[in-house]
């Protein structure tokens, strides 16, 4: 039950079928025990530490002055205000006043940003008359601070309406320019089209989604078959532009230094003399360039093959297991759940702030007391814990439902791995995945609070304060990803072993180490393949759309719109599809790992299919020993009752 959760103990998952040797390991184990109880209770108090605070919140805070906006005497615009003492001008009835109005000149972003600015609620915005008078509050009353001819002033500039502020109208005409310059109409009539096409369109576009739904599931075909030849196809692209740029590069360069010979020493000029020597030195740049990347090609080939038949094996896997597609779906269900439930309290809680009065003035500034300030940064971070949480559950239940199928012989014998995997989850695993997604949320609050700080000192910090805060931001990112990585894998050893976080990713980080160059092929080429058919799914998906508008005869103002919505949706989609690829590669490839750290194919046979068994070191001896072992196994039932049926993976 603590962290490192050493020894676990090993009890084949599967019973003994078509096994010919005494292996104390065959799959995932069964027999296992909760791993790292401390940190599901830690994250389950602190669930409960978020719904107190928002509480606390839902009692204090106003969400409307967020979305309403509020003025400078502490009144919500559009809403019946409450008295706050000391400040005579809060308290009013602005139900019919919905729209926050800077009343002095504010003619930039930066300064309606500005928190010292003037703010009041208006019934309308102003239509830019210069006989509109200083806006007035109900019953025609000056309010301090205000001057008439000074503040008032941009009373006489047009606004428009935008999330209830009125924005002078200035801050918009060059983009509403540009936009007439490319469309010929203006910024509002454009929008209104835009959203008029959306909704006439709306089936067309639910159409254009189904087919991303089949075109993605092709895809996920299409690489099981034919990954070979676009990974390769891939390789010898780049090989070729690699060649084809060196050459284009050294030809220029003789160019160059052919004219500069054909010419006297008196006419050459020092910028001719200058440009032959940047060619040449661009020539040997990019010749050292090629030759480093042909050789890591020939160095890195064979690895390049093994993530061809990781593709392959991915396949059969999710052939084996189609409904580990809907995991992406169950995951981004509880994830809106989440956020919408979390992110509405939230609301709550970032208002929960005490007004604070200006004696001379009266104006009302919102600020939180101190131990509201930290309660916010801490319901931020459970939130970041819960999202992750969520996330790390999805990776646990692909990985354990991937690695028994591996290490399952008689694939008729796999059963659910799914649910299977799903109630090791639950049973076992909730600590490890909350000590996971613990780990990632503290990086990721501390570079909230380092963006926060960032913020802050954004008028005090010198050029030394802005390059340290970059390079912690940097460090930052980078840490975060080498960890969610470290833990993606360290998940799937926990679905293999069922042994608690820390010592999983321990014997993950070695795995890791073990097989770098086999890692960094995996995460290059395999990763540029998936997004490639990302983009394939995309693609169809704006031709077949392209298809459907023409033949459907659909009235829209522009049919590059509701394409576009769908080609959004298109991507979307492949995303989630081929994100439970990776992840079934991922754990392919540490199921590689460890068969071939615990079996030799001849003593202890080999679990991988015979496309992974041409990458061990013994494949030939290997893959004679399979075959015997197959005919024994074959000729055994036969020999005692007649012939049975044995399946086995290929």
């Not at 906006?69 to 602005?94: E, H, K, P, V």
């Not at 068969?595 to 080999?606: A, Q």
Request: aromatic share 12%; charged share 15%; proline share 3%.
């Amino acid at each position: 039950m603590g962290c490192c959760g050493a020894g676990t103990p090993v009890q084949s998952m599967n019973a003994p079928g078509g096994v010919l040797v005494d292996d104390d390991f065959n799959g995932p184990v069964a027999k296992r025990s909760c791993r790292d109880v401390v940190f599901l209770i830690l994250f389950i108090a602190t669930l409960g530490g978020m719904g107190y605070v928002g509480f606390l919140g839902y009692k204090e805070g106003n969400p409307f002055r967020i979305i309403n906006g509020f003025d400078s005497w502490g009144n919500t615009c559009g809403r019946l205000n409450a008295d706050i003492a000391g400040s005579n001008y809060s308290g009013q009835d602005f139900t019919e006043y919905a729209y926050l109005f800077y009343p002095e000149n504010y003619n930039t972003i930066e300064n309606l940003l500005d928190p010292n600015a003037v703010r009041m609620c208006v019934q309308a915005c102003p239509n830019g008359s210069l006989s509109l008078s200083c806006p007035r509050y109900p019953g025609e009353v000056q309010l301090p601070g205000m001057d008439t001819l000074i503040d008032c002033q941009a009373a006489a500039l047009a606004h428009i309406s935008l999330l209830g502020r009125c924005i002078p109208s200035l801050l918009v005409n060059s983009s509403q320019s540009f936009v007439q310059g490319f469309l010929g109409e203006s910024a509002q009539a454009f929008s209104q089209k835009v959203a008029a096409d959306v909704m006439s369109s709306k089936v067309e576009i639910a159409y254009m989604c189904a087919c991303a739904v089949g075109l993605a599931l092709a895809m996920l075909i299409f690489l099981r078959f034919f990954a070979g030849v676009v990974i390769w196809l891939m390789i010898a692209a780049f090989v070729v532009s690699s060649l084809g740029g060196t050459g284009y590069i050294w030809f220029q360069w003789y160019t160059a230094h052919s004219a500069l010979n054909e010419l006297d020493l008196a006419e050459q000029t020092s910028d001719e003399i200058k440009a032959v020597q940047y060619w040449f030195v661009y020539s040997i740049v990019a010749s050292a360039i090629t030759v480093v990347f042909l050789l890591i090609l020939l160095i890195m080939r064979k690895r390049i093959a093994l993530v061809v038949a990781l593709f392959k094996e991915g396949g059969r896997a999710l052939k084996a297991m189609p409904l580990l597609l809907l995991q992406p779906i169950w995951t981004l269900t509880f994830m809106v759940v989440a956020v919408a439930g979390v992110g509405s309290i939230f609301l709550f809680v970032l208002t929960a702030d005490n007004p604070l009065v200006d004696e001379e003035t009266q104006r009302v500034e919102w600020s939180p007391d101190k131990t509201m300030w930290y309660l916010k940064w801490y319901y931020v971070f459970g939130a970041l814990w819960l999202i992750q949480f969520i996330i790390a559950c999805q990776h646990v239940i692909i990985a354990g439902a991937v690695a028994t199928w591996f290490f399952t012989r008689n694939s008729s014998r796999l059963g659910c791995p799914i649910l299977r995997s799903t109630g090791r989850l639950l049973r076992y695993h909730l600590g490890s995945v909350a000590l996971g997604a613990l780990i990632i949320a503290l990086v990721q609050l501390a570079r909230l609070v380092l963006l926060y700080v960032d913020k802050s000192l954004r008028y005090h910090k010198n050029n030394f304060v802005k390059y340290v805060l970059k390079c912690l931001a940097c460090c930052l990112w980078c840490f975060e990803k080498f960890l969610k990585f470290l833990n993606r894998n360290a998940y799937i050893e926990i679905a293999i072993y069922g042994q608690g976080l820390c010592k999983a990713a321990q014997k993950a980080f070695l795995l890791i180490v073990a097989n770098a160059l086999r890692i960094a092929a995996i995460n290059s080429v395999g990763d540029f393949t998936l997004f490639l058919g990302k983009i394939g799914v995309v693609a169809s998906t704006a031709i077949v759309g392209l298809v459907v508008m023409d033949q459907l005869e659909v009235v829209v103002n522009y049919k590059w719109v509701p394409v576009a919505v769908a080609c959004v949706f298109a991507f979307i989609i492949a995303h989630i599809f081929l994100s439970v690829y990776e992840m079934v590669i991922d754990t392919l490839f540490l199921c590689f790992c460890e068969d071939s750290e615990r079996n030799d194919g001849v003593s202890k046979p080999y679990f991988m299919s015979k496309n992974l068994m041409a990458f061990v070191e013994n494949a030939n001896e290997a893959l004679r020993m399979e075959k015997q072992r197959k005919v024994k196994i074959a000729v055994q039932p036969m020999a005692a009752s007649g012939p049975a049926h044995v399946t086995f993976k290929k």
